[in-house]
């Protein structure tokens, strides 16, 4: 009697134990209006375990920027007690995020298998992928471009209508484990893209002329962790010489000004950079296609999360690109053309300035690969859900997404030549 009472006390703990661990956390938004106050966060962040969300790392906190981070529960006291004292500008982000864990699954769709309003595992969208070539064959096909660490094939998909010598345009999701809403896009904008061919004139157009590139989960070992144990995870899961922390930042991991700004040496960073330039098995296997792909790749989109920000290169210097001026007017119309849908505020800039500077980021490699067009979207929100947007923003910001990327894909069609 004793055991069975035991085994099924065990199994419920078990059942609920990524629920239980975010029960009583908050997340705080502080904007330090000088170096002393940067100074109060770094001694609270170096007494006390923060998750840092935005930035992602304590080193990058300036003045007057909005700094959000996720505290424990038991220490929630504390940490306020001292942000009152100081004086600084403080508010509660989220006063438990366990509540806002819980209303990420707020979707209406009953389904149990894949829905593109919902947030889907790993399995499920592995599954999808094979699904929607076998069902499209003469617009889409998948290959596999590597292996991720802990072993899974990195399925990628191009989608287009076949023609001779088609450029391309490459866009992946799911960099960094905890931004669900960015593979949830990337399968939206497959669906949108194969419901409204032959009825969209834009939408037939772009892919008659050109190729989509769509990788939905880039960091997919990181992705199925933030469903299965730690859902603020964010770097790969490779494991780390000399370390008992795991992981690398693959956003700090490419050969672009490798870790010399807003990137961690420090294998229990959430910006580590990794040990070398495409240290891990799914920033190697990105770089590799692109690099056999260059004649054909005109544009590079990487979808990230929240902020709601465009960004272009660069992150790793306060220099600008060659190509600011278009590059900033393609910016500025195509978060033009986001908020037409719902009136969503986008900011957008070069990423040392407009969010940080920060080295090793795939837009700024591919832009020195020689691939103009390099983009990074940080899609809704601004914190107020953070990375646990509900279920029901889903279908919203992939449809205002949706404009901005076709806004462009159909600028490059246009300057192909
Ligand atoms: O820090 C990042 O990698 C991105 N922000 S996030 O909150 N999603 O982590 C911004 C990337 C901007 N580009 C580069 N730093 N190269
Ligand atoms: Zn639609
Ligand atoms: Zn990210």
Known sequence: MWALLVLIGAAAVSAHLQDLSFDGQKVFRVIPQNDEQVELINSIASNTQVDFWKPDSVTLIRPKMQVDFRVEADKTFEVEDL??????EYRVLIDNLQAALDAQFDSKARTAGHSYEK??????????????????PGLVSRSVI??????????????????????????????????WITPAFCQWFVKEALETYGKDSVMTTLLNSLDFYVLPVLNIDGYVYTWTNDRMWRKTRSKNAGSLCIGTDPNRNFNAGWCSIGASKKPCDSTYCGSAPESEKETKALADFIREHLSTIKAYLTIHSYSQLLLFPYSYTYKLPSDYEELNSIASAASKQLATLYNTKYTFGPGATTIYPAAGGSDDWAYDQGIKYAFTFELRDTGRYGFMLPESQIKPTCEETLLAVKYIANYVLEHLY
Not at 83 to 88: D, R
Not at 154 to 179: Q, T, V
Request: charged letters at 20%; proline letters at 3%; glycine letters at 10%.
């Open 146 to 179: 590597g292996q991720t660490y802990e072993g899974r094939p990195m399925y990628l998909l191009k989608m287009g209508k076949s023609g001779p010598n088609k450029k391309a345009i490459f866009m992946d999701c799911g960099f960094h484990a905890r931004e």
């Open 83 to 88: 942000l009152k004292e100081s004086g600084v």
């Open 119 to 136: 947030y889907n595992n790993w399995e499920t969208i592995a599954a999808w992928t094979a699904d929607i070539a076998a069902q499209n």
